[in-house]
């Protein structure tokens, strides 16, 4: 198996993808595409194959250029990473190709512990399980190549695994999640001082209650007292129930593909953003993008170019101020102040005067969204969004609208929004109703 068996899925994303016509579209609305793309197409070839890194780049490639919208040459102003994070994380939401892969897979994972009948499953127990108990199952001689690849994401599978005691002999006390949802061992400082072998029954005696006088032997010193009582105080189902488990990761116990996809962000250290209501903002989703990338101080200001080594005039090409950096061209620069102004008075007296000791784009999005609050935000953003349109307009087609028209512009683009909004309500209001016995 090599990159050429998995050339195909490449090819048939990429051809997927250029059907759609990307210049006509929004980068919102080529995200979009991306991930519908991504949950469609190479699903098929994910589900039954951990695809070989280089294959899974490669597929990252097709999408990051597909979201750009740029030639070979285009260097991004936002790191792929950041872009596929979850939105509450910062991202956009897009999946990287990885990751959709793996939660994949662990789903076959998943299937091997909760369905035992599936053909699929009674299949791997005759080649290769023989009926061992998953997690304790050691490879032996020859095996497949895609199983060994399979049974190589146990360590980060189990991870989303929680156990409810029931005879203790599968729980390994130290190492798996039961008594909370972190493995006991991170507590011992001395990890060496510690079997990592035993088990939960280990500390269970005939009765089939807690071993005390065992558990004060080897726990105190090693664990907390608190801790120590939490597990005497963990009840012991006196009939025969065999140890269970569930997916700590989803709201129900069971298995699913995009709480493992947060799973493994949350391994790789994604944290919750405090610009997470960017994408509650009321206005059009194409806005919504765009606010995003003001976040993450990737629009394209010639400030910015120029930082970027990018040859280009540094003039304002709405005053023609020195310097169009974002914080002048949306807080400072007189053109937008008199449109802002003129438009709408009462957010103009909102946000100005503002904190100018401010270090980035970030910084003032989070000032401004506590000083005015999510409602004014959003209109922020759709006058934001205008003046931007018009700047490329001027910087890419000579196109000099004058303030009244770019004024008139985005107070279109705002009724335009909340006239299709609320169509979209009553269409949602509609369908339920269909629905209706
Ligand atoms: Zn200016």
């Excluded at 998943?110 to 490879?139: C, F, G, Q, T």
């Excluded at 993008?289 to 910015?304: A, D, P, V, Y």
């Excluded at 007296?349 to 401004?368: R, S």
């Excluded at 009244?404 to 169509?423: P, S, Y």
Aim: hydrophobic letters at 35%.
């Amino acid at each position: 198996m090599n990159n050429q068996t998995f050339e195909s899925v490449i090819s048939k994303s990429k051809q997927q993808l250029t059907k759609w016509k990307a210049n006509t579209l929004s980068q919102e609305g080529r995200s979009t595409l991306i991930k519908s793309n991504l949950s469609a197409k190479p699903i098929y070839t994910m589900q039954s194959f951990l695809l070989p890194k280089q294959t899974l780049k490669e597929l990252d490639e097709v999408n990051k250029k597909f979201f750009w919208n740029k030639g070979e040459k285009h260097r991004a102003p936002i790191n792929w990473d950041e872009i596929c994070k979850s939105k509450a994380n910062g991202g956009t939401g897009i999946r990287k190709a990885e990751d959709i892969n793996i939660a994949l897979q662990m789903k076959l994972l998943w299937k091997i512990i909760a369905e035992p009948y599936n053909i699929w499953v009674r299949i791997i127990h005759e080649k290769y399980l023989k009926n061992a108990d998953l997690k304790l199952y050691e490879k032996r001689g020859q095996t497949s190549w895609q199983w060994g690849k399979l049974i190589s994401l146990r360590k980060q599978f189990f991870e989303g695994i929680k156990w409810v005691v029931g005879d203790g002999k599968t729980i390994n006390f130290w190492q798996d999640r039961w008594l909370t949802d972190i493995p006991l061992i991170e507590s011992v400082a001395d990890k060496d001082s510690i079997d990592k072998s035993l088990l939960v029954c280990d500390l269970i005696n005939s009765n089939k209650d807690w071993d005390r006088p065992k558990i004060f032997q080897l726990l105190i010193g090693k664990l907390r007292r608190r801790t120590i009582r939490t597990i005497l105080e963990y009840n012991i189902p006196t009939n025969d129930f065999q140890d269970r488990m569930y997916w700590k990761e989803s709201n129900n116990g069971w298995f699913s593909t995009k709480s493992s996809v947060q799973l493994l962000h949350k391994n790789k250290g994604h944290k919750p953003s405090e610009l997470k209501w960017i994408w509650d903002l009321d206005c059009a989703p194409k806005i919504r993008n765009f606010m995003w990338r003001i976040s993450k101080s990737g629009l394209q200001t010639k400030e910015r170019l120029q930082q970027r080594r990018i040859a280009v005039p540094m003039e304002c090409e709405l005053c023609g101020h020195h310097s169009e950096g974002f914080f002048h061209l949306f807080m400072e620069c007189n053109f937008v102040k008199d449109i802002i102004h003129n438009t709408k008075k009462h957010l103009f007296d909102l946000i100005f005067p503002y904190n100018q000791n401010l270090g980035n784009e970030k910084e003032l999005l989070m000032e401004l969204k506590e000083k005015i609050g999510i409602r004014h935000m959003s209109a922020l953003a759709t006058t934001w969004w205008s003046i931007w349109y018009f700047r490329n307009q001027r910087v890419f087609n000579n196109d000099k609208s004058s303030k009244e028209k770019i004024g008139k512009f985005l107070l279109g683009e705002q009724n335009n929004w909340r006239i299709a909004n609320e169509a979209e309500k009553k269409g949602d209001l509609v369908k339920r109703n269909q629905t209706l016995p």
